[in-house]
């Protein structure tokens, strides 16, 4: 059966750095994209960053370009999301999902399996 959990999430000031991990387990993801989304209370669930098979290609919302770095350990079957300069607008649960391809897509609907969620509070 393939699990995929986050750790890593938290309470942290503004201007602070979290660093998320997203273990999978049940099967390898090495030859298929990874991303992270997350949900705000009332809000949608929104693309934050994606990673190709590779880890040569990523793609990253708008909104956390030059603050988040998504990273990826294929020998720990692992994904990271490294959240540098965090601002209360990042406060969200984040997921993490493992598509269909191998290259990086902001689409959802491209993503098979997902992760419970953890999360991230960033105060003001």
């Known amino acids: 059966q393939v699990q995929l959990v986050e750790s890593g999430g938290g309470l942290v000031q503004a201007g602070g750095s979290l660093r998320l991990s997203c273990a999978a387990s049940?099967?390898?993801?090495?030859?298929?994209?990874r991303g992270w989304f997350r949900q705000a209370p009332g809000k949608e669930r929104e693309f934050v960053a994606a990673?190709?098979?590779?880890?040569?290609?990523?793609r990253y919302a708008d909104s956390v370009k030059d603050r988040f770095t998504i990273s990826r350990d294929d020998a720990k079957n692992t994904v990271y999301l490294q959240m540098n300069s965090l601002k209360p607008g990042d406060t969200a649960v984040y997921y993490c999902?493992?598509?269909?391809?191998?290259?990086?897509?902001?689409?959802?609907?491209?993503?098979?399996?997902w992760g419970q969620g953890t999360q991230v509070t960033v105060s003001s």
């Open positions: 999902a493992v598509s269909t391809a191998g290259v990086p897509a902001k689409f959802s609907g491209t993503y098979s399996n």
């Open positions: 990673i190709s098979w590779s880890g040569a290609t990523t």
């Open positions: 049940g099967r390898t993801f090495s030859n298929y994209a």
